[in-house]
């Protein structure tokens, strides 16, 4: 079975110009989360999506944004990119929306790179 | 906001000697849960705690979640060189407007020398 995919891979952008990543969760799962990841660190929540609307926002300015479509895949958007959202972007995806009892499978993770 | 605080930050050890991570939240969870992230990839699930005073168990990994809902542990037992990676807790709210949110700790790079 596949796992979750993230495309691209790589990337890199200049201050200022806008990115969309992209997320394909696992068959069945309906729900994606996007989180961000710097060198070091652990992985800082962005959003998280179920059957396409927004369940959850972490505290990322409005130049986050996101979208999750008909077949549960996702678009994290970042406008306006400033030299401190170079990150290891990942996008996880879980089975279940209600309580609590999600485990995350996380994807590879898109790195971006903003000079 | 919701914090969750892990140490010890790095861990050097022998292969063999054993190995325990600790995680503390600054608020009560419902549920916790553990990844582990190998240099180059990303987090992999390993387990998640929901009741006050679970200990799970998987092979030489023991998982312990508190009385309290508010803190956690991992312990390694004779530790191999395939434990190497970073481990991190990852927090869940009980309640209140965090629906969705998982919060992590900053993880404990393992580093096991052979």
Not at chain 1, 42 to 60: D, L, S, T, V
Not at chain 2, 15 to 38: A, H, P, V
Not at chain 2, 59 to 80: P, V, Y
Request: aromatic share 12%; charged share 15%.
């Amino acid at each position: 079975d596949a796992g979750v995919t993230q495309s691209p891979t790589h990337l890199i952008k200049t201050r200022g110009q806008h990115v969309t990543l992209r997320c394909s969760p696992i068959s069945g799962h309906k729900s994606v989360s996007w989180y961000q990841q710097v060198l070091g660190q652990g992985p800082q929540f962005i959003f998280q999506y179920y059957e396409k609307e927004e369940r959850g926002r972490g505290n990322f300015p409005d130049r986050f944004s996101a979208r999750q479509f008909p077949n549960y895949s996702s678009e994290l958007n970042v406008n306006a990119l400033l030299l401190g959202d170079s990150a290891l972007y990942l996008c996880a995806s879980s089975l279940a929306n209600t309580g609590f009892l999600w485990e995350q499978y996380f994807g590879p993770g898109t790195r971006l790179t903003v000079t | 906001g919701q914090q969750v605080m892990q140490i010890p930050q790095y861990q050097h050890v022998q292969e063999g000697e054993d190995f325990t991570t600790y995680c503390n939240s600054s608020t009560t969870l419902s549920n916790i849960q553990w990844y582990k992230q190998r240099p180059g990839g990303h987090p992999v699930f390993l387990i998640q705690l929901v009741k006050s005073g679970e200990v799970k168990k998987q092979k030489r990994l023991t998982f312990q979640f508190g009385e309290a809902k508010k803190n956690s542990s991992l312990h390694i037992t004779a530790t191999q060189t395939t434990d190497v990676g970073t481990y991190f807790c990852a927090g869940a709210n009980a309640g209140g407007t965090s629906y969705g949110k998982l919060t992590f700790g900053q993880g404990t790079i393992l580093t096991v020398h052979p």
